[in-house]
């Protein structure tokens, strides 16, 4: 089960940190993804991290805005967001996946939290 938290409104150029919550011992062997759906989108990749956290990967309108972590100790993974802009406006899920790999896939995430609502106000 993954319960995400974290979401909010801010201005823009802000920044929140999303976490994800994940119950059961075996989070730290899963690839973790953060994926997000504006209004009448679709659901699409924002970032991901490997199973030990050294390979991560970016949709490329967050690079360097983005940064994703985990903490395999306390079964979270993170989303730091800064320089918030209203084009990232959505609701944010995270995703585990089985293969411990930091991918870009929708498909191949098996497990989603119920998501959490992010609003950048211009």
């Known amino acids: 089960q993954l319960v995400e938290s974290g979401g909010g409104l801010v201005q823009a150029g802000g920044s929140l940190r999303l976490s994800c919550a994940a119950s059961?011992?075996?989070?730290?062997?899963?690839?973790m993804g953060w994926f997000r759906q504006a209004p009448e989108k679709e659901r699409e990749f924002v970032a991901a991290v490997s199973w030990r956290g050294g390979i991560t990967q970016y949709t490329d309108s967050v690079k360097g805005r983005f940064t994703i972590s985990r903490d395999n100790a306390k079964n979270t993974v993170y989303l730091q967001m800064n320089s918030l802009k209203p084009e990232d406006t959505a609701v944010y899920y995270c995703?585990?996946?089985?293969?411990?790999?930091?991918?870009?896939?929708?498909?191949?995430?098996?497990?989603w939290g119920q998501g959490t609502q992010v609003t950048v106000s211009s």
């Open positions: 059961g011992r075996t989070f730290s062997v899963y690839g």
């Open positions: 995703a585990a996946r089985l293969d411990g790999q930091a991918g870009t896939r929708i498909n191949d995430y098996a497990s």
